[in-house]
């Protein structure tokens, strides 16, 4: 019998492998992985990245991790909320298997997904893994989150209604060459973006 270990699948920073056990799913056989926080490293603020001040309370989740083979992956994953002294505010801290208060996915199996959305498309990557839209659309927001001003001159600004009781969306595009721009809810413009 073989007495390989999976402790280095979970390579997670911060974090201690506890153990592993084999459930079985409705869907097939699985794996629930169970992982603590790392008790030799001071927790982080995942606001402003400072060191936090002792523990405010425990608290657990699981998340959905990259499948091991045919065997789908939870991860039964324990973490703190702590008293940050440079924000003044209990927030998550910091473990860079996930986005705190984020979808119930690591980032790693955030990733693949984003990955796979750009090569087919969002309906068939949510039949093979379930759960794509909602990483789908945070992926977009951090791609696109910034405004490239760069080469603007002459601009169009439009209001698009949709859905119903007049909603809008804005969108500001670079007349010469096409290009959106910007796009944001009702009929406001991009904050603090001197281009415009």
Not at 45 to 57: A, E, I, L, M, R
Not at 99 to 114: F, H, S
Not at 141 to 162: M, W
């Amino acid at each position: 019998m073989s007495n390989i270990s999976i402790t280095s699948l979970f390579p997670f920073r911060r974090l201690k492998f506890i153990g592993s056990e084999d459930i079985d799913f409705e869907q097939g056989s699985g794996t629930v992985v169970e992982l603590r926080p790392d008790l030799r490293f001071a927790p982080i603020c995942s606001s402003c990245k400072t060191k936090g001040v002792g523990k405010h309370s425990n608290h657990q989740r699981f998340l959905r991790d990259l499948s091991l083979g045919p065997h789908k992956t939870l991860i039964h994953l324990y973490y703190r909320k702590i008293k940050c002294p440079h924000c003044g505010q209990i927030v998550v801290e910091e473990l860079d298997i996930a986005e705190p208060g984020g979808p119930r996915v690591t980032r790693r199996l955030a990733v693949y997904i984003q990955e796979l959305c750009k090569l087919m498309t969002v309906k068939d990557v949510a039949e093979h893994l379930k759960t794509v839209k909602e990483i789908d659309k945070q992926g977009l927001k951090q791609e696109f989150a910034h405004t490239d001003c760069n080469g603007l001159r002459y601009l169009a600004v439009d209001e698009i209604p949709y859905g119903k009781h007049h909603r809008y969306l804005t969108t500001v595009i670079d007349f010469e060459t096409g290009r959106i721009v910007w796009v944001g809810k009702d009929r406001i413009l991009p904050p603090g973006c001197h281009c415009l």
